[in-house]
């Protein structure tokens, strides 16, 4: 049987190259998954050690769904179920008023999750917001009005399946296509589609899909995209779909991978729980080359690390298990510099030289990341709650999203600038 979580699904989560050929990104600008980058790094943000709980800018309700936000051009971009619709609402950063709402029918019916919401952040790009649903439907609408561009059921064209949580993994941009992880038939693993108009631009790999979003990898003078599936990891050429390089990746069984890999140059980091643990490669070569694994430094079960420095700072073990703790770990071998056996599972942001980790239990801390030992700068509790979903932090504001029902929640904007 699947492991008994409301989680996965959840966060899930369930670094496009933002050149000349998309919007713009804006000194504090989140547009996608994890950041500008898709490393949980906050460009540009410093956070500084508060001495009472931070201030709410505003609230808002919010429905169904695991999905966090996005946040560009003075703009909030929310992705959650109401009754039978999933809907995208545009959200001002300043008071939280809704600017404008698209909505298309949504079609999940669940999984080993009571909750049948959306779990993938919206991605901006050259003035489109791309949003991807629960059952693996794809939409374009205008970031300005909102207005639809094009829709395409992708799981459904593709006889994908919905595994244990429904479709979780944010699709990519990179340059002039949107790449997302379909696990469809005949080869239909990713799937690759105009941004402009939605057609399908070339389909690889029979792999299922899996929750962790994919990022791009610069290798030599060529950009790729690197994406975990469900038993693999793939690198494929953006342009026409071809696989370069592919390794072994997973566990059959009640199993997933969510975490979203970490890159540095050719270097990758995949990370999974269930026996699978870590394992870092250099993408150079082919196939690519082992720097160190191991199935107990880091075994994520859906939260990414983050890589301050020479140090990742990872959750790893089991929510449902109750094992989750916080660990900084050397990225040059793995080494464990320190652990903190106890912590919790937990959503960790990079801002400069600190970190803010957004508890699942609504614990908010930031720490410093310090390779020496678990330093605590500060911490406050958020109202009352269930925190899955990924937080996003832009020009000082940090956006958090509660659960408080299988069909009910509330994003909270909360004031971390000094």
Not at 233 to 244: C, H, L, N, R
């Amino acid at each position: 049987m699947p492991p008994p979580l409301p989680l996965l699904a959840l966060s899930l989560l369930c670094f496009a190259f933002f050149g000349s050929w998309q919007t713009p990104v804006r000194g504090g600008d989140w547009p996608q998954v994890l950041g500008p980058q898709r490393d949980g790094h906050a460009e540009g943000e410093t956070v500084a050690p508060w001495r009472q709980p931070p201030a709410i800018r505003w609230r808002a309700e919010c429905g169904a769904g695991y999905s966090g936000v996005a946040v560009a051009s003075g703009k909030v971009l929310l992705w959650h179920r109401l009754g039978d619709e999933e809907v995208l609402d545009c959200l001002s950063v300043k008071e939280g008023q809704r600017l404008w709402r698209a909505a298309f029918p949504a079609i999940y019916r669940g999984g080993v999750d009571a909750d049948r919401g959306p779990r993938c952040v919206p991605v901006v790009a050259d003035q489109r917001v791309f949003v991807y649903g629960a059952a693996g439907d794809l939409h374009a609408v205008a970031l300005a009005d909102g207005k639809t561009l094009w829709s395409r059921q992708l799981r459904t064209d593709y006889r994908g399946d919905d595994g244990y949580f429904g479709a979780g993994s944010t699709p990519i941009v990179v340059e002039d296509r949107v790449i997302a992880a379909v696990g469809g038939e005949a080869g239909a693993g990713l799937v690759a589609v105009d941004a402009a108009t939605g057609q399908t631009l070339w389909t690889a790999t029979d792999q299922e899909a899996a929750y962790a979003s994919p990022v791009t990898a610069r290798v030599g003078e060529k950009t790729y995209v690197v994406a975990v599936l469900r038993m693999a990891t793939v690198m494929v050429d953006p342009a026409s779909g071809e696989i370069v390089r592919q390794f072994d990746f997973g566990r059959r069984g009640p199993t997933v991978n969510a975490a979203t890999p970490l890159v540095d140059g050719s270097e990758l980091l995949v990370t999974a729980a269930y026996g699978v643990g870590c394992r870092k490669v250099d993408l150079a070569d082919s196939p690519p080359t082992p720097l160190w694994e191991s199935t107990d430094v880091i075994s994520s079960q859906y939260a990414s690390p983050v890589r301050v420095g020479g140090w990742l700072y990872a959750i790893s073990g089991r929510e449902d298990l109750g094992d989750a703790g916080l660990k900084c770990v050397s990225w040059s071998d793995g080494a464990t510099a320190w652990e903190q056996p106890d912590y919790g599972t937990a959503h960790l942001i990079a801002a400069g030289e600190r970190i803010v980790a957004q508890r699942v239990d609504g614990q908010l801390d930031l720490l410093a990341a310090n390779p020496e030992r678990l330093e605590r700068l500060a911490t406050a509790e958020l109202p009352a709650g269930v925190y899955r979903s990924l937080p996003a932090l832009s020009d000082g504001v940090l956006y958090c999203r509660r659960t408080q029902s299988a069909t009910s929640g509330e994003l909270i904007a909360l004031e971390l600038a000094p």
